[in-house]
């Protein structure tokens, strides 16, 4: 079984930078696996923010970008915003059109 | 502007069936992957089925394979989970979701319909 791996929390102040990663169990994360993030809030349906590694989506803001780091898929926040506070997900596209979600992160602005 | 509505979620018995529904408008149903999305309350996302634009191919989690069937009716702009053989850890909110572009997955999301399975 697949297990796509993500920090269960990260703590950043307003203004601050942080990185949040997306690791496979079945081995270095490429742009062969099209990683998508989502942000979702309390109470509402997730939201998508990048796709396919590192393309922002039109309501997307500024301060989020994609990568791969280290052979994982990352989702870089500069110049954090308190309503940044929210849980996010990333999503990877295995062969066999299989699609696996991360355990998602989720991200204290304190 | 896109938008998805799921229906049909409610109580069922375990071993019961459920056929949830999502009503797309506001862009071309037929051009577009659709899948279902599910998350247990207070839980993460776990991808649940895709369906490729015309209907021909179909993917399956492994945890719902042989229960579940995805369809579509691009005539209707519809959208369709049957569920069978129903279990307690089959309750979540059900999402739809349409992709977009190449590897756009998931991108545009309906507000989610709760199927609750217990006795």
């Known amino acids: 079984q697949t297990v796509v791996t993500q920090e269960p929390s990260l703590t950043v102040s307003p203004g601050g930078t942080v990185t949040l990663t997306c690791a496979s169990s079945?081995?270095?994360?490429?742009?062969?696996?099209?990683p998508n993030w989502f942000q979702q809030k309390p109470g509402q349906a997730p939201r998508a923010l990048v796709y396919?590694?590192?393309n922002k989506h039109s309501w997307t803001p500024a301060r989020f970008s994609g990568s791969l780091l280290g052979g994982k898929a990352a989702l870089t926040l500069s110049g954090v915003q308190p309503e940044d506070e929210a849980e996010y997900y990333c999503?990877?596209?295995?062969?066999?059109?299989?699609?696996?979600f991360g355990g998602g992160t989720k991200l204290t602005v304190l | 502007e896109v938008q998805l509505v799921e229906s049909g979620g409610g109580l069922v018995q375990p071993g019961g069936s459920l056929r949830l529904s999502c009503a797309a408008s506001g862009f071309t149903f037929s051009t577009y992957w659709m899948h279902w999305v599910r998350q247990t309350p207070g839980k993460g996302l776990v991808w649940v089925s895709l369906i490729n634009s015309d209907g021909s191919s179909t993917i399956y989690a492994d945890s719902v394979k042989g229960r579940f069937t995805i369809s579509r009716d691009n005539a209707k702009n519809t959208l369709y989970l049957q569920m069978n053989s129903l279990r307690a850890e089959d309750t979540a909110v059900y999402y739809c979701a349409r992709d977009s572009r190449s590897g756009a997955i998931c991108v545009f999301w309906g507000q989610g319909t709760l199927v609750t399975v217990s006795s």
């Open positions: 079945t081995g270095p994360v490429t742009s062969d696996y099209y």
């Open positions: 396919s590694t590192n």
């Open positions: 999503l990877l596209y295995y062969g066999g059109a299989r699609v696996v």
